[in-house]
């Protein structure tokens, strides 16, 4: 008869007490995910930006950096010559062809690090899933930024001389 | 002539009707369970296919008819066909001597509302709910695979030793009613009160036993997916898992309107004497709430370590069923109960 003080039932009523209070007391914690998201994190690195300046032009200058940053091998940048009639970005030259595979990119943030300009920045944008495989390239269209007034869209003719610099004295280095 | 033949066709459509409510059932069975024990475990729980995910067994259902057959290679092919029936088909027989309710007068007709009314009822459920131990142990040894056996002979041992203590905490309902008979055990409490209030220790040693006997957790050792897999289904797929997860299921039911007609007076409630349809939905309350009990106890309690199952049977089980035969006895001795 021993066997008796093995088999106390106030642990299994506490239990069941425990149990009980959860389902009648306790909040549901799930979320509910499509409609529902939870924030993400400050720094979370997500889908990337490519950034523009305060007036419009963008601010990659086509150097490439990211490109030999990248331990994923995951971008490839394309810059051409640029002027004061057709500019895109300051200085000689802009990103013409800028593209992100999704499929290989790490979400490491080297980019961002390697970047003079801080033009291409992670963003918070977490659902990237594809249906087909030409899918996983973001190209330049999609990762810059877009603009809200007409006159701030890139190319643009702009006045000479002022934006001869790639890299700005840094007045707004957002 | 006439006579007879309405007496066949009043026991196919009783028979059609119990089993349409059980198959149903097991399939909302199944989602009573997962809505609760997410809630339980402050989940949510399906609530995606139709409002509030009801019709998430309906999925579930055409899923598994979808799904392929694999069958073990060395497998032998009778006894792994023949064991989910063999579990099957006993959850379901085993409610035939359950009465839902009383009499009800039908088309002029006067009909019980029970399958059948054995005067050897309870024998009959006991020797029925033990046959579906035979489909366990058969898919177990049939499966050749190593966790299926040993999930296999883990219920034969449980069944052993929980059969037992199921069968003594019996006695005292029996007993009291003087009966075997379903319905004469429930005439016994509907003249005095539920049998829970003049036995309540056999009504938690027989919960128990049941619990053991429909392997649920605690005593899920059959299954146990820590250690065996999945247990005996281990090498089941498709439909033929289906009919184990059915049994296993409208088990549950079955044997909560066991527990019910034993011990919570089966379909007696307030007013069932002037209105007999009022009993199957006494009966059914009853069924629900025990149900809910097992998934309460499956979410809160751990599984028991197979030894200390064995020894919770056979030395603190079945000491305790004895004792309460002896009070019982000795009650009806001495007070005429």
């Known amino acids: 008869m021993a066997n008796f003080e093995r088999f106390n039932p106030i642990p299994i009523l506490k239990g069941l007490y425990t149990t009980f209070h959860s389902t009648f007391f306790e909040p549901v914690v799930t979320v509910q995910y499509p409609e529902e998201k939870r924030p993400v994190s400050k720094r979370f690195r997500g889908r990337h930006h490519l950034r523009r300046y305060d007036n419009g032009l963008e601010k990659c200058i086509g150097c490439a950096l990211c490109a030999a940053a990248c331990p994923a091998d995951a971008i490839f940048v394309e810059a051409s010559e640029n002027n004061d009639d057709v500019r895109f970005s300051p200085g000689e030259r802009y990103a013409s062809t800028y593209e992100i595979n999704m499929m290989r990119c790490i979400f490491c943030g080297y980019c961002e690090d390697a970047c003079p300009t801080q033009a291409i920045e992670l963003g918070d944008q977490y659902e990237l899933s594809f249906t087909e495989r030409v899918q996983a390239i973001y190209t330049r269209d999609m990762l810059l930024d877009t603009v809200d007034e007409l006159e701030k869209a890139t190319p643009r003719k702009v006045e000479p001389g002022a934006f001869d610099r790639s890299i700005p004295m840094m007045e707004n280095p957002d | ?337």
């Open chain 2, 1 to 337: 002539m006439n006579e007879t033949l309405a007496f066949i066709l009043e026991w196919v459509i009783k028979g059609a009707v119990l089993i349409a409510i059980l198959l149903t059932g097991f399939a909302y069975t199944t989602y009573f369970e997962r809505r609760f024990l997410a809630r339980i475990q402050i989940r949510v729980g399906p609530n995606r296919a139709g409002p509030f995910g009801l019709l998430q067994p309906v999925a579930d259902g055409i899923k598994l008819i979808f799904k392929e057959e694999v069958e073990p290679a060395e497998a032998y092919r009778f006894a792994f066909l023949l064991a989910p029936v063999m579990t099957m088909v006993p959850a379901v027989v085993i409610m035939a001597v359950i009465p839902w309710g009383d009499k009800v007068v039908m088309f002029g007709r006067e009909i019980a509302l029970a399958v059948t009314d054995l005067n050897v009822g309870v024998l009959y459920l006991l020797s029925i709910a033990s046959i579906s131990v035979y489909g366990i142990v058969l898919a177990g040894w049939s499966s050749n695979n190593k966790y299926a056996m040993m999930g296999g002979i883990r219920s034969t041992a449980q069944m052993i030793s929980y059969e037992l203590a199921l069968g003594l905490s019996f006695v005292p309902p029996i007993l009291l009613a003087g009966s075997l008979s379903m319905s004469e055990i429930i005439q016994g409490q509907q003249s005095s009160a539920w049998y829970i209030v003049y036995a309540p220790l056999a009504a938690i040693v027989c919960f128990i036993a049941l619990l053991a006997e429909v392997n649920r957790a605690p005593f899920d050792m059959v299954e146990a997916e820590q250690e065996l897999v999945a247990g005996y289904v281990t090498e089941y797929s498709g439909m033929k898992f289906a009919l184990f997860f059915m049994g296993e299921y409208i088990k549950m039911a079955a044997v909560s309107a066991i527990f019910a007609t034993m011990f919570l007076g089966g379909f007696d409630g307030p007013g069932v004497d002037t209105y007999a349809w009022l009993g199957p939905i006494y009966l059914f309350l009853k069924i629900f709430g025990l149900l809910g009990l097992m998934i309460w106890i499956r979410a809160t309690l751990p599984r028991l370590r197979y030894d200390r199952l064995m020894a919770f049977g056979w030395k603190v089980l079945i000491p305790i069923a004895l004792l309460n035969v002896f009070i019982t006895a000795a009650l009806i001795v001495g007070l005429g109960i």
